[in-house]
C-alpha cells in the first residue's frame, strides 16, 4: 500500500528531488495529501517561477479540498460496490474459452472461464504461461535469447532426431540430427546418458547414432521403450512444452521476449539471462511460492485486469480489482472466494449456512458448541436485525431528548 | 417455558446439541399415536396432531399456550424411541469417536502429553481462525495408531463403517481351520521350493512343546495368541479369520457415556454443549403442527405434510418395535426392526443420503424432510431467512414515457391506491388527512385504514369514511394512498449493481404500467419488450429519507464501476443530438421555440445571425448550448471523429453523439455531474433527452430497405471480391494439397491453412462493407446510427449490404455435419469457403437455403453461450458479493469487515472513491489547473474562499416540491425541471 497521509517524508527530507523552499514544504507537509498528490504540488510549483508561499498554501489547500471531495465516504460499503463492479460485467465476457492473447502462437484461457479461475485460487491454471523477459545482450541478441529458450523448452526425442524400432533385432534407434543438436547444445554422448539413466537400459551410441533394446526380447517391452523414450525431456524445463520468441518495442529499441505454454516459474527464475525482475507467470501460486504474497496480490490484480481488458472491459476501475486481490491475500497465504475459502472460513454459523452446504455447518456449529455473535451482514438479515454498514453503522443519532 | 417469549432482538445464537431430556421437557405431550384426526375431523389426543402442539385450523385454541392460529407458534411434542438411534448427521464424528476412544474405559487413546500438544494446536487454530478439523482430523489419527489403551491397557479393534448408520468391531480371531492350515503349509511346496517341515522343527523353531504342536495339529488344542505369532512366523501364514461384530447403537451410547469431557474437548467437542452420548437419540422431538401443517383440499379431504408422513411412519414401527419386544421376538426380528427405525428416523432427518433409498411418497415422489427444508436455493435460509416477502411492494409491466423526469417513476392508479404511506395526523395537517379519508378507499389519493390514538385500526370504506374522516384528528394516524411526489424503491432483476434498485419519486398515472424515462433504461439494463419492474413503498421516514438522499436516480448518476455517467442519452436521443449539431443547421424562431419547448427555456437566445431575408436564425449548436451551464469549458473527441469545443457553456464546434451525451460515460454529462452536481446534471440530462426528441422529430427519422440497398454496380463490385477471395481459397488449398504450404511457427499444417482461409474470407466481409459504404450517403439513417453510436455499427451495415460473411462454432469456420463434410451438398473433404460456412449474400439479398442453415448454426451457438454464461457469472457474482460483502470504508480511511479485521489502509491505495474518478484517470485533480487559478488571482474574498474549502452539495429535495402539495391549486403552468 502506499504511503498516504501518515509519513511525512520517510527516509530524507520531504519534497525530495524538488527545488522548493522549506516554507513551501512545510506548508504542503502539513495537508492531508496523499504523498503522489504532494509531489504533484511540488511539481507544479517548482516549474513555475516565484510562486509566493502564501500562494503554495492557497495551491496546497485547494488541492486539498479537491482531494477530500473525491476520497471515499466512510462507511462506504466497499466491498459490495467492488464485488457488483466486477460480477455485473461477467455476463458480457464470452465463454469461449481458447481465444489468442498477445501472442497469436499460444492459446490462453479468457473471458469468464479464466476470470472464474482466478476467483478460484485454481492451484493450476487451465493454461499455464509465463512472459520471459531477459537481461542485457540475451534480449538483444537472437543468439543469445535462443540459448535461454533451449534452456527452458523442454526437449524431446523427436525434436532431436528419428526414433526407429528394428523389429527383428528388437532394437530402437535413434538417428540424430547433427544441426538440432548443435543448435541445441547437447551432444550425442549426453543423449545417450540421459536414455540409460532414465530407461535403464544399455545404449550403443555411435556418432549421431543411439541404439539400444530391451535386456530380453520382448516386442511389448521395445513398444514400451519407445513409449517412455518419447516422454523423456533431454533439456529444458519438464512443464514448458514451447517457448515462443517475440521481438517487441521497448522505449530505448527493441528487445526479445519469451513466451512459454506451460509453466514452472521458479526454474525459470535461476535460469542465466533471465531479467527476474519483470518476468511473470499466470500462475498465483507460483508467483506466492517463488516471490511471496505482495507479488501474488499484484499478480492477481493484473492477471483479472487483463483478462477484463481483453474483453474490451477495460472500463472497471482497478480499485476493485484491488479489493478483491487484497481480501483473497489478507492471511498472508491466497485463499479462494467461496465455500473452500472466504466465504467458509468466516466467522458467523448462519453466514456459512446461508452460502453453501447449510446442513454441515449447522451440525458442525452444534458439535463445536459455537456461538453466532451476529456482527456481519448475512447474520443480521436473517434474524431481522439492521445491518451495520453504511447508514446502518452510524451510531449518532439526531434529536433524542431522552426525555 | 423458555419458547413461550419470543424474542424480539436477538443478541447471539449458541449452537449444541439438547440432551433427552431437554426434549423430555420441552416437550407439551408425549406422542404415542400414529393417527391424525377422527372420524369426526378433530385432532387425537397424543397423536401427530395434538391440539396442545398448537393450532393450524382457524378457531380452534391451542391447548398450551391459548392462543390461536396466527399468534400460536406451536409447541414441541416428542417419541419416546423404543431403542435408541443414530443421528444421520453425525455418522462421521461418531465413527472418529468409536475410532480414537478406548473400547474398555472409553478414554481418548492419547496419551496426556499428546493430549495436552492437541490442546494446544486447538487453542492455537481457533485464535488464527483456522478450520479445527484440521486438527482433530490429526489428533484421532494419532489416537488410531494405538493398539492398547494408555490407561487401561484393552487391546483396541479396528471400527468398520457401513454407511450410513451401521458400525462393527473387526477382530482377528484365531480360523477354526487352523489345524488344517498349519498341516498344509508344513506339507511344504514343491514348485515354490518350500520344504517340508516336520513338527518337531516347528517345536524348535516356535519354542513350543511337541506335545502342544501335536495336539494343535489335531485340533484339541487352540494356540494362545502368542504361540499363533510364533508359529504363523514360522511358516509364513495366515491363521486369523476377521471377525465383525456389530455395535448397536446402544452399545455406542453406553460407549460415549463413559467418554470423559476433557478428553473430547481435544476433538473440537465442547463438551459443556455437546456430550457425544446425544448423538444417539433415544427421544424424538415432535415438530409442532405450525411446522407441518396439513391441507384440506376441496374434496374436504386433508393432505398432510411430508414431515408428518414421516413421523407417521415412525411411531408404526417404534410401536411394532415396543410390542414385539415385549412379545420376546427372537433378535433376527428385533434387529430387523430397529434397523427399520433407523431408517426411518434417518430420512426424517436427510432423504438425500447416498446409498439409501430416499423414502417416497405415495406418488413416487420423494419426500422432503428436515435437510432438504433448509438446504439450497429454496431452502430455509437462502429462500426464506436471507430473502424475505414483503408487503407493499408491486410487480407490473414497463412502458415507457419521455415526459417524465428521469427521477419519476409513473404509477398506474390502481397501485397507488393500494399500497400506503402512513401518515402522522397533528396539528397541521388535519384538514389533509381529512380530505384523503374522505376520498375512501376507491377515490384516488384516499386512504385504505386509520389508526385511532388508541391503537385500534379501523379499515376506511367507501360506506363509512366521510363519518370517519370527521373523526380524523391529531394523533390519529392515516394510511393514505401514494401521491405524486412520494418516494418509491424500483427495481429490475436481476439486480446485478446498485443501479439496479433506485429511488423514484410517484407520478401517479392512468392505465396499468409503470412508465419510466427511457434515459433509466441502462442502469436498470431494462427495454420495453414485455420487462416486468417492481416497486416498494416505503414505511417510515427514515427510510424515505435515507432513500431520497442515497438512492434517488440522481445519486447515481455516476457508476461506481468506470466513475462515468450510467445515465444519459439514449439511441434516438443520440440520433437526435447528432442530427442538430453535425451539420449545424439553422432554424427559425418557431422552430426553435418549438426544440426548447419542454426545457426551462422560455426565450429564444440571441439569434446566430440572419439569413437573406433578413429574418433571424439559431443554428443547432446554439440551440444546445442553451441547455449547458453557464461556464462549462470542455474539449474532446466525439464518436463520429470531430473535436467539440465548448467554451464558457456555450458549444463553438464538434458533433455531440454518444461520446458528448451517452450513456456509458459520456463527456458532457460526465463533467456537468461531477462538476456542477447531481441536480444540474439531472437536469441536463431530461433536458437534453427532450430536446433531442423534438429534434429528431423535426428532422424526421426512419429506416427501410432501400436505405439498405446498394447499386448494381456496387453489387457487381462485391461479387467480384468474394469470386476473388473464393479464388485465393483455391490457391490455398491447391497449395495444401501439393504439399507446399508452409506452416506458421507452433501450428500444424492444417491449423495454417485453416487460419489462412479465415483471413481470407474476413477480408471479403471488410472490403464489402468498405464498397457498401462507398454508396451510402452521409443522411444515410442506417449510417447516422452507426456513427453517432446510437445503435447498431458498421458491421451490421456491411451485413445487411454488403455480405453477411464467415459464419463460426467455437471460433472455428463451420466443420460438423456429415462425415467428412458438412453438408450432403458437397463431396467429402471439400475445404472451400462455401462448404464451411461462408455467406456470400447480404441480409437484403437474401440468404441461400445452405447459408441460411449455417448462419443458423452460428446463431444458435450464440444463445447457448448466452444461457450458460448467465448462470456461471450469476454465481461468480454470488461468491463475490458473499466474500465481499462485509467490507466497510472507515472513518479512519481504512478498509475493515465486520470483525473489524484490516483489508485495505486506504481503499484502492490512494482513498479515493471509483464513483467520483474515472477509471481511466490517474488523477482527478488538476494540479496545474488549480495553480493556474490561485497565480491569476481570479478569486475575491467569498468565491476565493468557496473555492478553497470543500464543497458542500444542496439537499436533496423533491423535484416538485412546491407545485405538488395538496392544498396547492396546482394548476398553474411549470417546466418540467
Not at chain 1, 509465463?130 to 527452458?152: C, Q, S
Not at chain 1, 516422454?231 to 529499441?253: A, H, L, M, N, Y
Not at chain 2, 398506474?412 to 402522522?424: I, W
Not at chain 2, 388527512?433 to 375512501?440: I, P
Amino acid at each position: 500500500m502506499t504511503e498516504s497521509r501518515s509519513a511525512v517524508g520517510a527516509g530524507g527530507a520531504p519534497g525530495n528531488g524538488y527545488d522548493v523552499s522549506d516554507d513551501v514544504v512545510a506548508v504542503v507537509e502539513d495537508t492531508d495529501l496523499p504523498r503522489r498528490l504532494k509531489d504533484e504540488v511540488y511539481g507544479t510549483v517548482e516549474s513555475r517561477e516565484d510562486v509566493t508561499v502564501e500562494e503554495a498554501d492557497e495551491i496546497a489547500r485547494a488541492v486539498e479540498a479537491r482531494y477530500l471531495d473525491t476520497r471515499v465516504d466512510p462507511l462506504d460499503p466497499v466491498g459490495t460496490v467492488s464485488a457488483q463492479s466486477i460480477g455485473e460485467p461477467g455476463t458480457q465476457l464470452t465463454m469461449n474459452t481458447f481465444h489468442y492473447a498477445g501472442v497469436a502462437e499460444i492459446d490462453v484461457t479468457q473471458g469468464l472461464p479464466r476470470l472464474i479461475e482466478l476467483v478460484d485460487a485454481r492451484k493450476t491454471p487451465d493454461t499455464p504461461m509465463m512472459t520471459v523477459y531477459l537481461e542485457d545482450e540475451y534480449a538483444t541478441e537472437r543468439e543469445k535469447a535462443h540459448e535461454v529458450v533451449w534452456k527452458i523448452e523442454a526437449t524431446k526425442i523427436l525434436a532431436l532426431g528419428d526414433v526407429s524400432t528394428n523389429v527383428a533385432d528388437m532394437r530402437v534407434q535413434i538417428s540424430l540430427n547433427r544441426d538440432t543438436l548443435e543448435e541445441r547444445m547437447i551432444t550425442p554422448e549426453e543423449v545417450a546418458e540421459i536414455i540409460e539413466d532414465s530407461l535403464g537400459v544399455e545404449t550403443v551410441q555411435n556418432g549421431a547414432a543411439v541404439e539400444f533394446g530391451p535386456e530380453e526380447p520382448s516386442y511389448r517391452d521395445l513398444l514400451q521403450l519407445v513409449e517412455e523414450l518419447r516422454e523423456i525431456t533431454f533439456k529444458g524445463i519438464e512443464e514448458v512444452s514451447r517457448v515462443v520468441i517475440r521481438r517487441e518495442e521497448v522505449d530505448d529499441g527493441e528487445e526479445f521476449v519469451l513466451y512459454t505454454e506451460g509453466s514452472a516459474f521458479g526454474d525459470v527464475l535461476s535460469i542465466e539471462g533471465v531479467d527476474a525482475s519483470r518476468s511473470t507467470c499466470n500462475n498465483i501460486h507460483e508467483i506466492h511460492r517463488n516471490l511471496g504474497i505482495e507479488a501474488a496480490r499484484e499478480t492477481i490484480i493484473e492477471e483479472t485486469n487483463d483478462t477484463l481488458k481483453e474483453q474490451g472491459l477495460e472500463n472497471v476501475n482497478v480499485r476493485h480489482l484491488m479489493l478483491v486481490a487484497d481480501i483473497m491475500t489478507n492471511r498472508g497465504e491466497i485463499e479462494s472466494i467461496g465455500r473452500h475459502g472466504i466465504s467458509g472460513s468466516k466467522d458467523s454459523v448462519l453466514a456459512r449456512a446461508a452460502f453453501e452446504v447449510t446442513v454441515n455447518h449447522l451440525l458442525n456449529a452444534a458439535i463445536h458448541g459455537e456461538v453466532d455473535d451476529l456482527n456481519g451482514v448475512t447474520e443480521n438479515v436473517i434474524v431481522g436485525k439492521p445491518i451495520k454498514l453504511g447508514t446502518g453503522d452510524v451510531d449518532l443519532r439526531m434529536g433524542s431528548t431522552g426525555r | 417455558m423458555m419458547q413461550h417469549s419470543t424474542p424480539k432482538d436477538i443478541g447471539s445464537i449458541d449452537f449444541g446439541l439438547m440432551e433427552p431430556e431437554e426434549y423430555r421437557e420441552m416437550s407439551a405431550t408425549k406422542i404415542i399415536t400414529a393417527d391424525t384426526y377422527d372420524d369426526d375431523g378433530f385432532p387425537i389426543d397424543m397423536g401427530l396432531m395434538d391440539p396442545r402442539l398448537g393450532v393450524i385450523d382457524p378457531g380452534l385454541e391451542c391447548k398450551t399456550c391459548g392462543k390461536h392460529s396466527g399468534s400460536c407458534n406451536g409447541h414441541f411434542g416428542h417419541i419416546e424411541l423404543a431403542a435408541p438411534v443414530i443421528h444421520v448427521g453425525f455418522t462421521k464424528l461418531i465413527r472418529r469417536l468409536l475410532r480414537g476412544t478406548c473400547r474398555e474405559c472409553s478414554r481418548l487413546l492419547l496419551t496426556e502429553d499428546e493430549r495436552e500438544e492437541f490442546l494446544g494446536d486447538l487453542d492455537q487454530s481457533r485464535k488464527l481462525g483456522r478450520d479445527l478439523n484440521d486438527v482433530t482430523k490429526a489428533a484421532i489419527r494419532q489416537a488410531r495408531k494405538k493398539d492398547r489403551c494408555p490407561f487401561c491397557g484393552e487391546v483396541q479393534y479396528d471400527i468398520d463403517h457401513e454407511k450410513p448408520t451401521t458400525y462393527y468391531e473387526v477382530q482377528q480371531v484365531l480360523t477354526s481351520e487352523f489345524s488344517q492350515r498349519i498341516a498344509g503349509a508344513m506339507q511344504g511346496d514343491e514348485e515354490a521350493g518350500v520344504e517340508r517341515t516336520t513338527p518337531d522343527e516347528l517345536a524348535a523353531e516356535t519354542e513350543i512343546e511337541l506335545s502342544r504342536i501335536n495336539e494343535i495339529l489335531s485340533g484339541s488344542f487352540r494356540p494362545r495368541e502368542s504361540q499363533r505369532k510364533a508359529i504363523e512366523k514360522a511358516l509364513d501364514i495366515d491363521l486369523t479369520d476377521e471377525d465383525t461384530n456389530k455395535l448397536m447403537p446402544s452399545d455406542i451410547r453406553d460407549w460415549f457415556e463413559n467418554i470423559p469431557d476433557e478428553d473430547i474437548e481435544v476433538l473440537g467437542i465442547n463438551a459443556e454443549r455437546s456430550r457425544p452420548e446425544w448423538m444417539i437419540l433415544t427421544v424424538l422431538p415432535v415438530p409442532p403442527v405450525t411446522a407441518r401443517p396439513s391441507i384440506t383440499l376441496d374434496n374436504g379431504q386433508r393432505s398432510e405434510d411430508d414431515l408428518t408422513h414421516k413421523l407417521v411412519d415412525i411411531i408404526r414401527i417404534n410401536q411394532r418395535f415396543m410390542e414385539n419386544r415385549e412379545a420376546g421376538a427372537p433378535q433376527l426380528i428385533i434387529e430387523d426392526l430397529w434397523e427399520l427405525l433407523q431408517y426411518h428416523v434417518t430420512t426424517f432427518m436427510d432423504n438425500e443420503i447416498s446409498g439409501t433409498p430416499p423414502a417416497r411418497h405415495r406418488s413416487g415422489r420423494p419426500l422432503k424432510t428436515l435437510s432438504q427444508r433448509l438446504k439450497g436455493k429454496e431452502g430455509r435460509f437462502r429462500g426464506s431467512l436471507s430473502g424475505k416477502r414483503v408487503n407493499f411492494s408491486a410487480r407490473t409491466v414497463i412502458s415507457p414515457d419521455p415526459t417524465l423526469s428521469l427521477n419519476e417513476v409513473g404509477v398506474p392508479e390502481r397501485v397507488a391506491s393500494e399500497m400506503t404511506q402512513t401518515m402522522n395526523v397533528t396539528e397541521r395537517n388535519v384538514p389533509e388527512a381529512r380530505r384523503y379519508v374522505t376520498n375512501g378507499p376507491e377515490g384516488h389519493p384516499g386512504a385504505n385504514y386509520v389508526r385511532r390514538p388508541d391503537g385500534r385500526r379501523l379499515k376506511v370504506t367507501e360506506k363509512n369514511c366521510e363519518e370517519l374522516a370527521e373523526k380524523v384528528d391529531a394523533g390519529w394516524e392515516v394510511n393514505r394512498h401514494l401521491t405524486d411526489g412520494d418516494i418509491v424503491i424500483f427495481n429490475r432483476q436481476p439486480s446485478l449493481h446498485r443501479m439496479s434498485i433506485m429511488a423514484h419519486e410517484v407520478v401517479v398515472m392512468p392505465y396499468k404500467t409503470f412508465r419510466l424515462n427511457t434515459v433509466v433504461c441502462p442502469p436498470y439494463n431494462a427495454d420495453f419488450d414485455g420487462d416486468e419492474m417492481n416497486m416498494h413503498a416505503l414505511q417510515n421516514e427514515e427510510a424515505r429519507a435515507e432513500a431520497r438522499v442515497l438512492m434517488r436516480v440522481q445519486e447515481q448518476i455516476l457508476s461506481p464501476r468506470f466513475g462515468g455517467n450510467i445515465i444519459g442519452a439514449i439511441q434516438d436521443h443520440i440520433s437526435g443530438t447528432y442530427l442538430l449539431t453535425h451539420e449545424n443547421p439553422s432554424f427559425n424562431e418557431t422552430q426553435v421555440l418549438d426544440l426548447l419547448r419542454a426545457t426551462r427555456i422560455d426565450e429564444p437566445p440571441e439569434p446566430s445571425g440572419t439569413d437573406e431575408d433578413g429574418e433571424p436564425y439559431w443554428t443547432g449548436r446554439t440551440i444546445f448550448s442553451e441547455l449547458l451551464p453557464d461556464g462549462l469549458d470542455l474539449e474532446f473527441t466525439s464518436e463520429s471523429g470531430d473535436t467539440v469545443v465548448i467554451e464558457d457553456g456555450q458549444h463553438a464546434s464538434g458533433t455531440i453523439d454518444s461520446e458528448g451525451v451517452g450513456e456509458f460515460g459520456g463527456e458532457i454529462v460526465d463533467t456537468i455531474t461531477k462538476q456542477y452536481g447531481n441536480t444540474r446534471s439531472r437536469i441536463f440530462i431530461n433536458e437534453v433527452s427532450t430536446l433531442a426528441m423534438r429534434a429528431i422529430m423535426h428532422f424526421g427519422f426512419s429506416i427501410g430497405i432501400d436505405d439498405e440497398t446498394i447499386p448494381d454496380e456496387a453489387e457487381a463490385r462485391i461479387d467480384e471480391t468474394v469470386a476473388d477471395a473464393y479464388d485465393q481459397v483455391g490457391d490455398l488449398i491447391a497449395a495444401y494439397e501439393a504439399g507446399e504450404l508452409e506452416s506458421l511457427p507452433g501450428r500444424t499444417i492444417d491449423e495454417t491453412l485453416e487460419m489462412k482461409i479465415m483471413q481470407t474470407l474476413s477480408r471479403v466481409r471488410e472490403n464489402a462493407g468498405d464498397i457498401a459504404e462507398e454508396h451510402f450517403e452521409d443522411d444515410n439513417p442506417a449510417v447516422v446510427m452507426a456513427e453517432s453510436g446510437a445503435r447498431g455499427g458498421m458491421l451490421n451495415l456491411t451485413q445487411m449490404a454488403g455480405c453477411v460473411g464467415q459464419q463460426a462454432v467455437r471460433g472455428e469456420r463451420i466443420n460438423r455435419g456429415y462425415e467428412d463434410r458438412t453438408l450432403s451438398h458437397y463431396k467429402p473433404n471439400d475445404l472451400s469457403a462455401e462448404a464451411h460456412g461462408f455467406v456470400e449474400n447480404s441480409y437484403t439479398s437474401g440468404l441461400s437455403p445452405r447459408e441460411f442453415f449455417f448462419h443458423a448454426m452460428g446463431g444458435r451457438e450464440g444463445l447457448v453461450d448466452t444461457a450458460v454464461r448467465t448462470s456461471k457469472s450469476g454465481y461468480l457474482q454470488r461468491r463475490l458479493i458473499n466474500a465481499l460483502s462485509e467490507l466497510e470504508a472507515q472513518y479512519d480511511g481504512t478498509v475493515r469487515d465486520t470483525s473489524d479485521t484490516i483489508v485495505q489502509f486506504e481503499f484502492g491505495e490512494d482513498g479515493t472513491s471509483p464513483t467520483l474518478v474515472s477509471y481511466d484517470d490517474d488523477n482527478e485533480i488538476d494540479v496545474d489547473a488549480i495553480t493556474d487559478r490561485v497565480l491569476d488571482s481570479e478569486f475575491d474574498g467569498e468565491g476565493r474562499h468557496e473555492f478553497l474549502e470543500a464543497g458542500s452539495e444542496a439537499t436533496n429535495l423533491s423535484e416538485h416540491a412546491d407545485s405538488r402539495r395538496m392544498d396547492r391549486p396546482g394548476t398553474e403552468v411549470t417546466s418540467d425541471d
